[in-house]
């Protein structure tokens, strides 16, 4: 009686779609989380040092950026504007936070101003500001390094 050779070849396939599918989302987390990040920064800007400046110890809600270069330019959100820009755009960022119930006496203006720009445009930035009802500021320095 002859016996019949059994052949147990057993392969396996690893189903890669899911490894693909985290690694696709990953990428685009960071490179939402990199876009955020360079709202708050502008090349036209570099900040003067100081050994009083912090990071802030918890994410900033509610935040609007404007930055003010050495040439007294104001950029809010990539974009040169003159001081009198600055007060439709935050008539309408007002509009936009009214329509989420947020209370312009809860909304952060953060203002990065260059080492070199003048005091009274910075000023007169906050003045605008104001008379828009904004009444929160932060100023941006970078931190001293010793």
Known sequence: M????KNHSMTS????TP??????QLIAFFMFM??????????????PD???AKPPDAPIENPITMHVS??????????KTSL?????????????FQAMDVPLNEVNVIIRGHKDAKTGMVQNLMKVCLDQGYENFLLRAREEMK
């Open 2 to 5: 002859a016996r019949a050779k």
């Open 13 to 16: 396939e690893v189903d890669m």
């Open 19 to 24: 490894m693909i599918d985290m690694t696709f």
């Open 34 to 47: 990199l876009n955020m990040k360079e709202a708050e920064q502008n090349e036209h800007v570099q900040l």
């Open 50 to 52: 100081s050994v009083l």
């Open 70 to 79: 050495a040439t007294g330019d104001i950029y809010i959100g990539g974009a």
């Open 84 to 96: 009198a820009g600055v007060g439709p755009y935050l008539n309408a960022e007002a509009n936009s």
